[in-house]
């Protein structure tokens, strides 16, 4: 499910490049949130072939907080590889799983 950039507010784009490419010097910045590395740090390079996954890796911008709105605080995000990305917020997608399917599904007269 693709993420909501309205969620992050207008100046998220120059933050993400900020710390991806000035402060993370394009290495994923996980050095063991995501459960994996255990205080090492991730070595995967923006934009060059997967070492621990399949394809190319696309850093991204993990918050590491439960702020609501996500903020725009460096000291509450890293950057990440996809694979550290995704296991970082394991716990928050399976609670939006549960979430959806608690809810009852609505259907439209369209979909009889």
């Given at each position: 499910m693709?993420?909501d950039?309205?969620?992050?507010?207008?100046?998220?784009?120059a933050?993400?490049?900020?710390?991806r490419?000035?402060?993370?010097?394009?290495?994923?910045e996980?050095?063991?949130?995501?459960?994996?590395?255990?205080?090492?740090?991730c070595?995967?390079h923006?934009?060059?072939?997967?070492r621990?996954a399949?394809g190319?890796v696309r850093?991204?911008v993990?918050?590491l907080?439960e702020?609501?709105?996500?903020?725009?605080d460096?000291n509450?995000?890293?950057?990440?590889?996809q694979?550290c990305h995704?296991?970082?917020?394991r716990?928050?997608?399976?609670q939006a799983?549960?979430?959806?399917?608690?809810?009852p599904?609505?259907?439209?007269p369209d979909?009889?």
């Open positions: 693709p993420c950039i309205t969620r992050y507010g207008p100046d998220w784009p933050f993400s490049l900020e710390i490419f000035v402060r993370a010097q394009q290495v994923c996980c050095s063991g949130q995501c459960g994996i590395h255990h205080g090492r740090r070595t995967e923006h934009h060059t072939k997967a621990w399949k190319t850093l991204t993990a918050h907080c702020c609501s709105p996500p903020c725009t460096p509450h995000v890293i950057a990440a590889c694979r995704l296991r970082i917020d716990f928050r997608h399976a799983r549960l979430e959806r399917a608690r809810t599904k609505v259907q439209s979909n009889r």
